[in-house]
């Protein structure tokens, strides 16, 4: 498996989701992708797909669980232990499904990565040391610094929605 590329930077902020979203078949061929490279309990794997699309694709266990009971009844999968303790693990059928399905299973959660171009990424540097300001503002300021903050904010909301309103003139 090819090595995972940098999480886009997000700046404590979740970027614009251009990523797509998660389609039939992508929570089997996830579960069976990190099951590949060992056993994992279905908390993990959920934590796995999370981290591996950066946070873009977080399947509920309302989704991983139920496929990892069709997986277990293709016999492609198998539990290991009972209750908390448990963990999945391929079987030799699943190895061999994986192999030979290997475009199905090569990595699904890329696709829902979100591409966040140079511009984006800037802006929500900015949102960071704004909200950065805010704070110092909030914890140190005077009453009258905090009400003209907050008519700041207001402005800045104000026209950042005036300025989509205008249309893109490029």
């Known amino acids: 498996m090819p090595p995972m590329p ?5 700046f404590g902020f979740a970027p614009p989701p251009h990523g797509r979203k998660a389609k039939r078949g992508d929570v089997r061929a996830a579960i069976l992708a ?3 490279e060992g056993p ?8 796995e797909i999370g981290e591996r699309s950066h946070g ?6 309302g989704a991983v669980y139920p496929a990892l009971q069709q997986l277990s009844e293709e016999e492609l999968v198998q539990q290991i232990g009972e209750g908390r303790k448990s963990r999945f ?13 290997a475009e199905e299973v ?10 966040v171009d140079e511009e984006v990424t800037e802006l929500f540097g900015l949102a960071q040391q704004t909200t950065a300001a805010l704070m110092q503002v909030a914890q140190t300021g005077s009453p009258a610094q905090v009400a003209k ?9 104000r026209s950042l929605y005036l300025l989509l309103a205008e249309g893109d003139e490029g």
């Open 6 to 10: 940098p999480p886009p930077p997000t």
């Open 34 to 36: 990190i099951l590949a």
């Open 40 to 47: 994992h309990n279905g908390y993990r794997i959920i934590q």
């Open 56 to 61: 873009a694709w977080r399947p509920s266990p």
């Open 89 to 101: 693990e391929l079987t030799e059928t699943g190895h061999s499904y994986v192999t030979e399905h």
């Open 106 to 115: 090569d990595a699904p959660w890329e696709a829902m990565i979100p591409q």
């Open 149 to 157: 903050a907050k008519q700041i904010l207001t402005d800045s909301r």
